[in-house]
């Protein structure tokens, strides 16, 4: 029994020094979330479509792990985009109880939990983008680095919606639930403007205590 468990100290030792910390970390909630909300989804093919961007981004991180580890800030980050994701995925981004009590609260027409999907879809990929031009690309102009983290998220958020807008001529009448437009006609322009504030929100917010966590690596 002792040479077992010194078998699995060792093995767990070994892994986190292979693998950092917050990964190991953003694997088990990440597990956790999925499995709550692929337990009984309120449409499945909209599920997938709302967490497969987990599955990529855990791919990529655990594929650079050891040559391009990310700050902790980053990590911390993509783990609370992820749970975003999958409690839209569990309810529709149109029917999480959240959107309903924010609506109660404040007064909104229309449940807007998607608007802080969107908003993160800026505010995440924007540090992302940073990281890369900074200690990827060594650029060193900051207002140059904000100005194309900027544009990345931009870039992206009108390519998730033609990913919508493709979901849509593909499932037809059960891309609904994925589009979750709620009947608004400019849905998609204040989704991509959600990203654009939340981007600009996390430059001017993060922007300083990101050098620093860059700096410890």
Known sequence: MRHLITWVSSCVAAMQSTIPRPLLVIIALWSIGLIASAWSPFDRTTWWLEVFPC???????????????????????????????MLGGAYTYARVPL???????????RNNYDKIGHFAQGFVPAIIARELFIRKWKISQRGLVAFLAVSVCLAFSAFYELIEWWAALGLGQGADEFLGTQGDPWDTQSDMFMALVGAITALVTLGKWHDLQMKKL
């Open 55 to 85: 599955f990529v981004g855990l791919a990529v991180m655990w594929a650079t792990r050891s040559k391009f580890p990310l700050t902790d800030l980053l990590y911390a980050l993509i783990l609370i985009h992820g749970l975003i994701l």
């Open 99 to 109: 959107g309903f009590w924010m609506q109660d609260w404040f007064g909104f027409a």
